[in-house]
């Protein structure tokens, strides 16, 4: 229940609100969070771990009511040991039985956008992934291995960072070696970077390859070409994530749940 110490706020640590599927997050938080008379004091972590706990202990200090931890860098046994004491709930991650927590199926996704792949006619490919210590990150590119094995394709990695900047500079990077005919970026963001690379290369997509992305913002429908991606619904995780953490709230931390969202193949020009 409510101490009356707190303040009637919640904390939302995320990696980077200027990524767009961040924000989509953070705005069904948001949402949901006032819609329940709570506000939501916003730390962005750098995807560094030593952001991120730092944030903790300046929330905890802060007396909010609870955390969501999005896309989280810190192992999911630390996060526990830290925040035993206050409910929480880590959303684009799936966690073991006692924590709450709000994911999708990203190994999956990664199979199913590499799949897109190789149906399109694609025998090289290419993987751009996102961090190392990103769980979503290393789910995708285990998803990847799963479809190039399956279906007899070769691939390789290149180690991104979930930044634009990064697929910019991934492509030089892979150009080194010789054109691949599919690039699966582990994110839209780095997709997006991508293609601004190839219009600087004077490289043609989908005629040169093809290229497939990961989230579905919004920009991804307005580029030129369109991205082809898997959409991941962040506004709906988000606001699923103040739900849990709102009856973690109010019951206490008996019972946690999972919530698992479909994510969905889109299908445009760049493929
Ligand atoms: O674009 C940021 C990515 O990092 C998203 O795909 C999200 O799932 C995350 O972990």
Not at 107 to 133: D, F, M, Q, S, W
Not at 168 to 189: K, S
Not at 220 to 227: G, R, V
């Amino acid at each position: 229940g409510l101490v009356s110490r707190k303040t009637s706020s919640i904390g939302l640590l995320i990696p980077d609100v200027s990524n767009p599927f961040f924000s989509d997050v953070a705005r069904g938080i948001e949402d949901a969070a006032s819609a329940l008379g709570l506000s939501v004091i916003l730390c962005n972590s750098d995807w560094k771990i030593e952001r991120e706990q730092s944030y903790i202990d300046i929330l905890k200090g802060k007396w909010v009511e609870g955390i969501v931890v999005v896309g989280a860098r810190s192992p999911e046994q630390r996060l526990q040991s830290v925040l035993s004491d206050l409910p929480f709930v880590l959303v684009d991650q799936k966690t073991s039985q006692q924590v709450n927590c709000v994911w999708i199926d990203n190994e999956k996704g990664g199979y199913i956008a590499t799949k897109h792949l190789i149906e399109r006619g694609c025998k090289r490919l290419i993987h751009v992934r996102g961090p190392i210590n990103s769980p979503s990150a290393t789910l995708r590119h285990q998803g990847f291995l799963r479809a190039i094995q399956e279906f007899g394709a070769t691939g390789k990695i290149i180690q991104g960072n979930f930044r634009f900047e990064s697929g910019y500079r991934c492509l030089e990077q892979i150009l080194d070696d010789g054109l691949p005919d599919g690039i699966f970026a582990g994110n839209d963001m780095m997709a997006l970077g991508i293609i601004q690379a190839a219009q600087t290369m004077g490289l043609k997509i989908p005629q040169d390859f093809l290229l497939i992305g990961f989230d579905d913002i919004s920009f991804s429908s307005y580029i030129s070409p369109t991205l082809t991606t898997i959409r991941q619904p962040g506004y709906l995780m988000g606001t699923a994530g103040v739900e849990l953490l709102h009856q973690q709230i109010i019951y206490g931390q008996g019972n946690p749940q999972s919530r698992e969202y479909q994510l969905e193949l889109v299908v445009r020009n760049s493929t």
